[in-house]
DNA sequence: ACCTGAACACCGTTCAAGT
DNA sequence: ACCTGAACACCGTTCAAGT
């Protein structure tokens, strides 16, 4: 109960912030619910999932034992709760990429680079997410976490979908015989999803390690949207260009964050 | 020291059977080893891999918990193991595609329903590759088994790049401006991790799980090996009678040890 | 109604004692 | 030289007792 109303009161907060159809004592508990997660965030960040225990989440707290579980049903709970946080901060990022002005296929590659960008400032959030589609992390999550995942999930589809409509409607993307816009919605998930997993997990590996200086993202979109159909093709127009405009215009803060510090691989 | 032989009677006794510059003794050791993977893949199998925990690998073994951490460093040794035993099923599929007889590209393709066929048929080892090479696994993992992992790792790679540099000679590939052998390999790779992953891990998910019935993962590689310029293009060749093909041709044991009983998002 | 922390069953790893 | 299993520190989860 008190989970349920954590994640509603942790939606209004954001979507209308002057509402004030809950309690404090409920918007109390929501912020709670997000000082926890928060706290769980930096031991994973710190010493990877290994590090975050139940035990320690307690004493990195202010609360016991049983306040936490008052919140989260089990640990994988816990993982679908960061997995939210994740999806949340991608959909900004999404928002954002949403308002660059170019072609249809530079508005593509804005999205690809919004994900690309929240997998690079929080790879451990982007961890996540795949961890939290597991099924026994999915079993042990309780069921209101995993309808607020469902509902992120298809925001996010949805803003995809849209785009590919338009671009259709426009006639800048011209499908293939039989590709509907769920297939490729699906093919621009697992080319970029791909590449960024393999980016930043299997670093140590000899056949991602030799390609250090390149640009292998870029590239794969390339590809994939060429052979998808969309206009104008990468022969007729510098996307490496666009790539960097939208990088300026629309994630000059983002960038300059990651500058800062963070992994030695995806900068 | 233990582990360290083990890994090399392993390949011996697979590369070349016969041989006998090992005693009876390490063999059984090395022997001894795969059983304990054998039954550590079962408990994964079984119940994910939580379920998976030195305490029931003991009790599931004949041996006691002493002699289990002779031969692995720790829990997450294990997992490396288990890796290991993936990519070697791995490079078995691979080199049953390379045999397939057709043009490049359709070789191309085989080697990628091989590696679509090798996470259909063990979805739990193929998770295993990635886990494996996340960095607290890594670390805690014994060195002669990373050793290991990297030599298998850079055969798949030999593979993959002995077949675009052949398409190259022959003029069937003609790459992009700018694109290396490397770069390539990487987008191969990418593209059918990121649709394996996704259509294995994430079936739950809106985006997804709306795609029953289509072939996703052909519709990808037609996509990107059109568009890295991989010659004949979709548009001048039917891909879908390919994949048949090869199906048919090379891994029809392979579909029927799957027919029987496996996960349904997959088959 | 919510919070607490002791209690329990289990887990990863080690190592002295055996053979 | 290898095997054993008791022992230890830690972990996930629960719940009776408090406020």
Redesign the pocket.
Known sequence: ??KFLCDIANKESRSCPLAQRFSK??QA?AD?EQELLQIALQLVEAEGYA?????????AS????????????????VITGLCNTALRHEIHLFKKAALFEGSSREKALALHQAYLLSAKMQPILFSCVLTAKSPWVQE?SSPARIKAQQELEKEISDMVDQLLQNAIVINELRPKAGATVDLMAFAHWAISFGGIALLSSASETYSIDRLQGTDPFLYNLNCMLDGMNWLPLSTDWDYGQSWLRIEQEIFSAERQQLATALPEILR
């Open positions: 109960m008190l004592k409920q508990i709670r590090n975050l225990t139940m035990d320690k989440l307690t004493a202010p609360y016991s034992k049983g306040t936490i579980y008052n919140h989260f049903s089990s640990k994988e709970d042990k």
